[in-house]
T-cell receptor, first 117, second 116 residues
Framework: GAGVSQSPSNKVTEKGKDVELRCDPI?????LYWYRQRLGQGLEFLIY????????KSGLPSDRFSAERTGESVSTLTIQRTQQEDSAVYLC???????????????FGPGTRLTVL | DQQVKQNSPSLSVQEGRISILNCDYT??????FLWYKKYPAEGPTFLIS?????DKNEDGRFTVFLNKSAKHLSLHIVPSQPGDSAVYFC???????????????FGKGTKLSVIP
């Protein structure tokens, strides 16, 4: 089937506005991840969802960031009161499951490029 | 504090020759390593991985070598092709340690250019 999709592909917003980014994982994938890639940097883990378990939010940089996931489907990442340092590509990935004994490959979406003016 | 380092931001190689991309890590809890390839405007795609119980894993033209004592891994591409031109990310996880095993820590990436 289709791969991981994300929308919008590009988002330009003004400082102080809220933005919502969407991720549609691969059907059947129970694990979903959000990453951020700032210019010239590696991918930075933000948040992880696994089935109905409580999400791991340890990577969220501030309380302006939040994410939700409905069951094992769509996830939204919300950034409130955006700041210029939030400008980055936000990548979503999904995998069949996570953890031992074998690592399950993460499949990435194309990302949403967020620019905060 | 960068736990996964790719010290070469770019690399140029002639078509047909070997490309060697390097990656160093500092966290001794890392026990599973992956390489991802990324084209512009696309998400990273998984390329090859290696567990810490091995020192080499090969898949076609791609081979990953792991030197645990040096906390160093490398990706070899032989022979290099123009279609290999992309950004390559090294990533690591503490899979078998059980703590945050799903989290991947990425390096900053190396841009490979294969010249025809």
């Amino acid at each position: 089937g289709a791969g991981v999709s994300q929308s919008p592909s590009n988002k330009v917003t003004e400082k102080g506005k809220d933005v919502e980014l969407r991720c549609d994982p691969i059907s059947g994938h129970t694990a979903l991840y959000w990453y951020r890639q700032r210019l010239g940097q590696g991918l930075e883990f933000l948040i992880y969802f696994q089935g109905n378990s409580a999400p791991d939010k340890s990577g969220l940089p501030s309380d302006r960031f939040s994410a939700e996931r409905t069951g094992e489907s769509v996830s939204t990442l919300t950034i409130q009161r955006t700041q210029q340092e939030d400008s980055a590509v936000y990548l979503c990935a999904s995998s069949l499951t996570s953890g031992m004994p074998s690592y399950n490959e993460q499949f990435f979406g194309p990302g949403t490029r967020l620019t905060v003016l | 504090d960068q736990q996964v380092k790719q010290n070469s931001p770019s690399l140029s190689v002639q078509e047909g020759r070997i490309s060697i991309l390097n990656c160093d890590y500092t966290n001794s809890m890392f026990d599973y390593f992956l390489w991802y390839k990324k084209y512009p405007a696309e998400g990273p795609t998984f390329l090859i991985s290696i567990s810490s119980i091995k020192d080499k894993n090969e898949d076609g033209r791609f081979t990953v070598f792991l030197n645990k004592s040096a906390k160093h891994l490398s990706l070899h591409i032989v022979p290099s092709q123009p279609g290999d031109s992309a950004v390559y990310f090294c990533a690591a996880s503490a899979q078998y340690s059980g703590a945050g095993s799903y989290q991947l820590t990425f390096g900053k990436g190396t841009k490979l250019s294969v010249i025809p």
